[in-house]
């Protein structure tokens, strides 16, 4: 009798165990922009704090809000200048929700620089949307 109990003890107590140590869903970084999807990363949430945007507030936020989008088209158009294969198209149209309020200050410079070298390329005639 008295192994029944114990066995019974044993197995109650996995339960518990197991139950206390369900996990949370992990928060979602994934954004949804033209040309695919991405996950914002370290550097992105860097920076996002002087926005004062949060792994949680941004994970918090829905989908399709404007804060979200907005995020999301920066931060992947922030990829695009980098690969310095940016175009006007990129910033009129593809990523157009863009704002500099989610770069940092170092990289709000090359926003600028890079939207002024597609608007010059406009100019001369050399924009050609891929």
């Known amino acids: 009798m008295k192994g029944r109990h114990i066995g019974f003890s044993l197995y109650l107590g996995a339960l518990v165990v197991q139950a206390s140590t369900v996990t949370a869903p992990a928060a979602d970084f994934t954004c949804q922009v033209y040309g695919g999807s991405f996950v914002l990363d370290d550097s992105d949430f860097k920076a996002l704090e002087s926005s004062k945007i949060t792994r949680d507030k941004f994970a918090s936020l829905a989908p399709t809000s404007q804060v979200r989008v907005a995020i999301c088209d920066t931060r992947k158009l922030w990829r695009v ?16 929700n863009y704002s500099v309020m989610y770069t940092s200050d170092s990289e709000a410079k090359k926003f600028l620089l890079a939207e002024a070298a597609a ?12």
């Open 119 to 130: 608007t010059a390329a406009v100019m001369a005639g050399r924009n050609k949307c891929r």
């Open 81 to 96: 200048i980098n690969t310095e294969k940016a175009n006007d198209c990129d910033f009129d149209n593809r990523y157009k």
